[in-house]
């Protein structure tokens, strides 16, 4: 099973389109978004180019909550303040939009995801500590999104243009 990874999007429409398309293409049936959405209108866009599962969590330039909640809830998605825990297929998946100091998660994950630096970041070991970087492109210039293989324990980068 193939899981996308977001995050960070800003509003970015055209990089919001583009990325939700190409999860569309490869079949990806779950998407995380890791926050920073920022307003409800990029809710609405992601499910134009995208039907699958989503689950997120809110970032800390998410202020419009109750918005972002019903549009997740018209669209029979899930949104969590993180830190949020997900078990897909025997796999743990720890939810953050900041990631706290590694010391206080319990180890007994699989993948530790989290985003707010706009980098990407991957650390293998006996939990992966994995950030997509920012969807959006505006602080790096880089806009890229991850996918997970779970069964291989891969992960690939993506980048959008």
Not at 83 to 112: A, Q, T
Not at 131 to 146: M, V
Request: proline share 4%; net charge negative.
């Amino acid at each position: 099973m193939k899981i996308g990874v977001v995050a960070d999007s800003h509003d970015n429409l055209p990089k919001v389109e583009s990325a939700f398309k190409k999860i569309s293409e490869e079949g990806i049936e779950l998407v995380f978004h890791l926050g920073d959405y920022v307003a409800p209108f990029t809710i609405r866009k992601i499910r134009d180019f995208y039907s699958g599962k989503l689950i997120g969590v809110f970032g800390n330039n998410d202020g419009e909550k109750v918005f972002l909640t019903k549009m997740f809830d018209v669209y029979h998605w899930e949104i969590y303040d993180p830190p949020k825990l997900v078990e897909i297929k025997g796999k743990k998946f720890l939810l953050f939009h900041s990631l706290p100091e590694f010391e206080k998660i319990d180890f007994n994950i699989d993948y530790v995801l989290f985003a707010h630096t706009h980098r990407v970041y991957i650390k293998k070991g006996n939990v992966n500590f994995l950030n997509p970087g920012e969807l959006c492109g505006y602080l790096t210039g880089n806009s890229t999104f991850l996918i997970i293989d779970i069964e291989k324990n891969e992960e690939e980068i993506v980048e959008v243009e």
